[in-house]
């Protein structure tokens, strides 16, 4: 599919609206990101994304993205622990493989400043 000049609309300026977007801008295409919220502090967020190397990582890496993201990406933001009334560990998946995790009110942030700076 060819996108050099043409014109898209993205519904959506989370970070996978705005990773598309970026993407599409790479092969040329004019982008246009409609977002409901008037500004990037209108909504407040915070629960984490699990970005896997197969797919999420991927996209970041060929949107040239990573280095904004291993700025602001959080380790062990993925783990968790359960414990009892007395903090007696329960449960822990703090020995299970590494996944990178970002939380999203930091990425839409940084996303948002990239995209508007290279427009």
Same mark, same amino acid.
């Given at each position: 599919?060819?996108?050099?000049?043409?014109?898209?609309?993205?519904?959506?300026?989370?970070?996978?609206?705005?990773?598309?977007?970026?993407?599409?801008?790479?092969?040329?295409?004019?982008?246009?990101?409609?977002?409901?919220?008037?500004?990037?502090?209108?909504?407040?967020?915070?629960?984490?994304?699990?970005?896997?190397?197969?797919?999420?990582?991927?996209?970041?890496?060929?949107?040239?993205? +990573?280095?904004?993201? !291993?700025?602001?990406?959080?380790?062990?933001? #993925?783990?968790?622990? *359960?414990?009892?009334?007395? =903090? $007696?560990?329960?449960?822990?998946?703090?020995? +299970?493989?590494?996944? !990178?995790?970002?939380?999203?009110?930091?990425? #839409?942030?940084?996303? *948002?400043?990239?995209?508007? =700076? $290279?427009?």
């Amino acid at each position: 599919m060819l996108l050099k000049d043409k014109h898209v609309g993205i519904v959506g300026g989370g970070p996978g609206g705005l990773t598309l977007a970026k993407l599409l801008q790479l092969k040329g295409a004019h982008v246009k990101v409609y977002e409901r919220d008037t500004n990037r502090s209108a909504r407040v967020q915070g629960s984490p994304l699990d970005l896997h190397d197969n797919s999420g990582l991927a996209a970041l890496r060929k949107a040239n993205l +990573m280095a904004e993201f !291993k700025k602001n990406f959080l380790v062990g933001a #993925d783990k968790m622990s *359960i414990v009892n009334e007395r =903090a $007696e560990i329960i449960y822990s998946n703090h020995e +299970m493989k590494k996944m !990178k995790t970002l939380v999203v009110s930091i990425l #839409d942030r940084k996303w *948002i400043e990239v995209y508007y =700076a $290279e427009s």
